[in-house]
């Protein structure tokens, strides 16, 4: 088990262009979420899938963001039209399904910078 | 809506001392799950110990537990004998039972350094 694994570690892109993130969660697990954690803030959630199914994207910043997960493992994420104001740390946590006590493993995250 | 208060941006602590690190939390949930994670300079977030809303007892795990005062809605992290590896940022976090959203909603962290 090699824990939640996310690519790339960073990414710099220019304004206005799109840039998609991968996450590999844990294999056992069935939920996965994403969380954007910009400077000096705790993680913000975005989105979450249960298998393939996303069962809340209302929480996704703007319509540039989307995420998914075709086969129920792995996910990306994609900001398209990318903005400086996008510049963040983006993690991604996995889980088994369960109640409230259900401890999530995040990854190391990919840092975006947006210049 | 939930929200999480951590009202200490930063906090210098001699090793091997005691430290408190606070939260406060507000939720309309009648039952709700209250977190401490880790998060070194790596950018990983670590699990650090679980608060259901009605256990009874104060988690503890290892030099971790937390004071958890329901009618203040506090729910506080204590670390017995810092080490210079507890050295990180701290975030207090919660889920609630309602709402639909499963993620969690995290306060704004206190960065906690250990000096020797």
């Known amino acids: 088990d090699t824990g939640v694994s996310q690519n790339p570690r960073h990414k710099i892109t220019k304004r206005g262009q799109n840039v998609t993130f991968r996450c590999d969660p844990i294999?056992?697990?069935?939920?996965l979420y994403w969380y954007r954690q910009t400077l000096g803030q705790g993680p913000e959630f975005l989105t979450y899938?249960?298998?393939?199914?996303?069962?809340?994207k209302s929480r996704l910043l703007s319509d540039r963001f989307s995420a998914e997960r075709p086969k129920g493992s792995f996910s990306t994420l994609e900001i398209q039209r990318t903005e400086q104001g996008d510049s963040a740390m983006y993690l991604c946590?996995?889980?088994?399904?369960?109640?409230?006590?259900?401890?999530?493993?995040f990854g190391q995250g990919t840092r975006l910078t947006v210049v | 809506a939930q929200k999480i208060t951590q009202t200490q941006p930063g906090m210098f602590v001699q090793e091997k001392e005691a430290v408190t690190l606070d939260c406060t939390y507000d939720?309309?949930?009648?039952?709700?799950?209250l977190f401490w994670y880790k998060q070194p300079s790596s950018g990983e977030m670590i699990f650090l110990i679980y608060q259901g809303s009605y256990d009874q007892q104060n988690a503890t795990e290892g030099r971790y537990s937390l004071n958890f005062q329901k009618a203040r809605k506090s729910a506080n992290l204590v670390i017995s004998a810092s080490q210079l590896g507890d050295s990180a940022m701290y975030f207090c976090a919660m889920r609630g039972s309602l709402g639909g959203a499963d993620g969690l909603t995290f306060g704004k962290g206190t960065h906690l350094i250990i000096q020797p």
């Open positions: 294999s056992e697990h069935n939920r």
């Open positions: 939720t309309s949930d009648p039952s709700y799950g």
């Open positions: 946590a996995s889980s088994l399904m369960g109640g409230l006590n259900t401890e999530a493993f």
């Open positions: 899938f249960q298998n393939e199914a996303q069962l809340e």
